[in-house]
């Protein structure tokens, strides 16, 4: 199976419409409330050079076809300064034909081909894939460490022993990093109190090759997109659920784009809001507490959903919604995706300090999001600048109310 960019053959010509209008560094003039808030582009706020905005590497990539420039080392840095969130992306199509965000991966992809790509700190992420089918280096082994002490015994329909309507796919970075680890085990929770029939992977769950794809990594994304596509198919599943914004993303959208899907994919919001509609799930329980919420990028303008989220926050007895600035459309980035936390770390902690700050502003306690690269970028930015914030999964305040604080340490215990 073959991953082929739209106008993959003219991407360069399509970089050359840029008219350079600036609609796609800042959000709508009604919606400005102050400086900090009105830039939209993450690496062109930090770095404030035309090279870093959509509008320069559109023109670099013009630029580099016509061989008025090299594959420099600034060339690649700037190409890889960007957190692939999608505004421009979203702003542009609306006013003109380009895709910004596909051209940058386009620009990664020939990066890569050239042999200059991508940043040295972001080649592991490949090395650990043909390694260990993860990007972060992590034995298959502890692939699903997260099950144990749950309670109930959750499906492997890896084995082709056992059958299921859903397949719940958490994804590497939840399923590795134990500070988030917890969201997906509050996840199967729910499912099971629902009464969902869903299995997991077990052990031979793979990558989705969403981080590989950002970088430019695009045979990378065949091969896993390939191998999941039939791994999928063969299970007889009628759905895919994930917690991850970047493996939905990838999944439901890039995966089309490679061979026949025959399930439907949803985000664990998705499912959680039908489940509470249909009132197999009845948050109960007050939590009574501030929150504010953070749209993820590929959960928000690279997936659309907005709404479930919100829906099951309002659904919880004595949450208090309190809105930010630049919400669903116009989320500012965590500054975690396309490879920033990896190669950037500098520019990924800048990213979220801008974002936390306009969440402190709100009055809120908690910030509230759905991505476990969200989760990570914005809990290393809180460990080093003493945040009075508290970062949160929607799904763990879903399960606080469906349980309760005494009924939840049952739960645990047995």
């Known amino acids: ?20 209008c600036g609609t796609c560094r800042t959000v709508h003039a009604e919606q400005i409330e102050g400086q900090e808030t009105g830039w939209q582009c993450p690496s062109g706020t930090n770095y404030f050079f035309e090279s ?36 421009c992306q979203y702003t542009c199509e609306r006013i003109n034909v380009l895709k910004p965000t596909d051209i940058i991966r386009w620009m990664r992809a020939k990066a890569i081909e050239a042999g200059v790509g991508p940043l040295p700190a972001q080649r592991v992420i490949a090395q650990n894939l043909d390694a260990y089918d993860n990007p972060w280096g992590q034995p298959r082994t502890r692939r699903t460490n997260w099950t144990r002490g749950l309670g109930f015994k959750i499906k492997d329909l890896s084995k082709g022993k056992e059958k299921a309507e859903v397949l719940f796919y958490p994804g590497c970075t939840y399923a590795y990093d134990p500070r988030i680890t917890e969201y997906i085990r509050d996840t199967a929770r729910l499912m099971h109190e629902a009464g969902v029939d869903f299995g997991i992977l077990g052990n031979a769950e793979k990558c989705c090759g969403s981080t590989a794809f950002n970088l430019g990594y695009v045979k990378l ?6 191998d999941n596509i039939e791994t999928f198919n063969n299970l007889g599943i009628k759905t895919v659920v994930t917690p991850c914004a970047g493996c939905y993303n990838t999944i439901k959208n890039v995966y089309a784009q490679l061979g026949e899907c025959q399930y439907e994919t949803k985000h664990t919001v998705v499912m959680l809001a039908e489940l509470i509609e249909q009132k197999m799930l009845k948050p109960i329980h007050p939590v009574n507490t501030i929150v504010t919420y953070h749209d993820p990028c590929h ?11 919100r829906e099951i926050l309002k659904s919880i007895p004595g949450i208090t919604l309190i809105e930010m600035n630049r919400i669903r459309e ?7 995706g396309g490879g920033a936390r990896t190669g950037k770390l500098d520019f990924a902690l800048a ?34 600048s003493g945040s009075k914030l508290e970062l949160v999964d929607v799904v763990k305040l879903l399960k606080q109310s469906i349980f309760g604080e005494q009924d939840e340490k049952k739960k645990e215990a047995g």
């Open 221 to 226: 994304l065949e091969k896993y997109g390939s």
């Open 351 to 384: 990213t979220a300090r801008r974002r936390i700050k306009e969440a402190e502003g709100t009055g809120a306690k908690l910030l509230v999001t759905a991505c476990p690269f969200c989760e990570q970028n914005f809990l290393d930015y809180m460990d080093a």
């Open 330 to 336: 116009y989320a500012f980035c965590c500054g975690g």
């Open 1 to 20: 199976m073959k991953f082929k960019f739209e106008f993959e053959e003219e991407m360069w010509k399509k970089a050359a419409f840029c008219a350079r």
């Open 52 to 87: 870093y905005y959509p509008s320069g590497r559109n023109y670099t990539a013009v630029a580099l076809q016509r061989g008025q420039l090299d594959w420099s080392e600034r060339v690649v840095d700037a190409i890889y300064s960007c957190t692939t969130c999608g505004f």
């Open 299 to 309: 959960l928000g303008r690279h997936g659309k959903i907005y709404d479930a989220p």
